[in-house]
């Protein structure tokens, strides 16, 4: 009574196995031609300035997403990871590894800078440039964006006039600041900027290596003798 109902019918089913032959078509394939312009599963890439950066093969000056206060605090959360070891906190170029003897990074308060679109800023994250290694495998596109578009903040906040506030918004002096939040004594002070970077070999003849101030020997330093080892005992006489 219960085995009546166990058939063969669901295991000899009419399906195609992937990567072999078939009598039902004429060209013996099982795996039929792709549709023309077939495109895989999240490489559609329809908006080519999100992905490029490139409008009419020049770079553009325009966020493909609106600039919001989340967009920018994810940027600079990003920025913060990725780009302040070279180019420091406040983007003038003057990061801990370029303290510390490496490549000067690129200063954005520089006129050059300043006037570049938001496009070069994505196209060097995405590709490199200079000394600088590509970032397309560790930060997303979307984050490219943000970043650039954080790094235009930080242009902005140091050339900003009281005028540039919204009407109605409260400017507190960054010295009531600098007493609010018990900052150290010049706090408040402006910064001056280096010069435009150089993507040339650091001078090893005038580096001063950090905290020691000693320069580096130009040889491997010299290895003390070992110890002689100790003088076997001398031998048992035999019975």
Partial sequence: MFLAGCRQDMH???????????????????????????????????????????????????????????????GQERYNVYCTPCHSRVGNGAGMIVDRGYHPAGNFHTARLVAAPLGHFFNVITNGYGAMPEYAAQVSVEDRWAIAAYIRALQLSQNAKQADVASGEHVQPLSDIEKAEGFNEGFAEDWSLPGTANYGTPDKQGFVLPGNGSAPSNGAPESKAAPAAPKAAPAAPAK
Avoid: I, W
């Fill in 12 to 74: 000899d089913q009419p399906k195609f196995v992937p990567q072999r032959g078939t009598d039902f078509y004429a060209d013996g394939r099982s795996a039929r031609p792709q549709v023309e312009n077939t495109v895989a599963r999240t490489q559609l890439h329809e908006n080519a300035y999100f992905y490029t950066g490139m409008q009419n093969g020049k770079e553009g000056d325009a966020l493909p997403f609106p600039a919001t206060m989340q967009v920018l605090e994810k």
